[in-house]
T-cell receptor, first 113, second 115 residues
Framework: DQQVKQNSPSLSVQEGRISILNCDYT??????FLWYKKYPAEGPTFLIS?????DKNEDGRFTVFLNKSAKHLSLHIVPSQPGDSAVYFC????????????FGTGTRLQVTL | DTGVSQDPRHKITKRGQNVTFRCDPI?????LYWYRQTLGQGPEFLTY????????KSRLLSDRFSAERPKGSFSTLEIQRTEQGDSAMYLC?????????????FGSGTRLTVV
């Protein structure tokens, strides 16, 4: 039972354009969502998060949008840079569960010149 | 802050052998987590410690797996009688419990190959 889903295994975007990565979840009890970035041979790196009481959180080039009614969140990267090429994981957590994270399967982003 | 370090980075072992991995968290972090990542999947929760106490274990953690965190510092994950299905990247993460920041710091992982 995949509670967090990233249906696009890969995405290719030109440098300078917007990258939009999508994530859907099935457990309506999740109340905190995070995005992680992973380069090969490294562990995931925390990127940005959002609480379920908000619908948007912005940090520099990265913005996360949350649509609770659709159980959907997205990560926007503007402008995309070649260094953004990595695998992006969406993760969800539930208050009171000791910050255990449930991850999606990841989306590989390639930013081309 | 030297980050979360894991040792070894790679381990190849024969089926049936025992293996042990080590994780050194960021020194002031009181929570330590183990995750497992297989090819094409996201990391899956295995277990976590609050200081030296192991507070939760996933059902993914069969009785061949054991984790310890003596004195609330480094942690070890041991797999006994390894099977080919144990081949995966084993990730350790730590965080300090403060507010609602759930952003763990992950180590680079130990990649286990069982042949």
């Amino acid at each position: 039972d995949q509670q967090v889903k990233q249906n696009s295994p890969s995405l290719s975007v030109q440098e300078g354009r917007i990258s939009i990565l999508n994530c859907d979840y099935t457990n309506s009890m999740f109340d905190y969502f995070l995005w992680y970035k992973k380069y090969p041979a490294e562990g995931p790196t925390f990127l940005i998060s959002i609480s379920s009481i908000k619908d948007k959180n912005e940090d520099g080039r990265f913005t996360v949008f949350l649509n609770k009614s659709a159980k959907h969140l997205s990560l926007h990267i503007v402008p995309s840079q070649p260094g953004d090429s990595a695998v992006y994981f969406c993760a969800a957590s539930l208050t009171g569960t000791a910050s255990k994270l449930t991850f999606g399967t990841g989306t590989r982003l390639q930013v081309t010149l | 802050d030297t980050g979360v370090s894991q040792d070894p980075r790679h381990k190849i072992t024969k089926r049936g052998q025992n293996v042990t991995f080590r994780c050194d968290p960021i020194s002031e972090h009181n929570r330590l987590y183990w995750y497992r990542q297989t090819l094409g999947q996201g990391p899956e929760f295995l277990t976590y410690f609050q200081n030296e106490a192991q507070l939760e274990k996933s059902r993914l953690l069969s009785d061949r797996f054991s984790a310890e965190r003596p004195k609330g510092s480094f942690s070890t994950l041991e797999i006994q009688r390894t099977e080919q299905g144990d081949s995966a990247m084993y990730l350790c993460a730590s965080r300090v419990v403060r507010g609602l920041n759930y952003g763990y710091t992950f180590g680079s992982g130990t990649r286990l190959t069982v042949v």
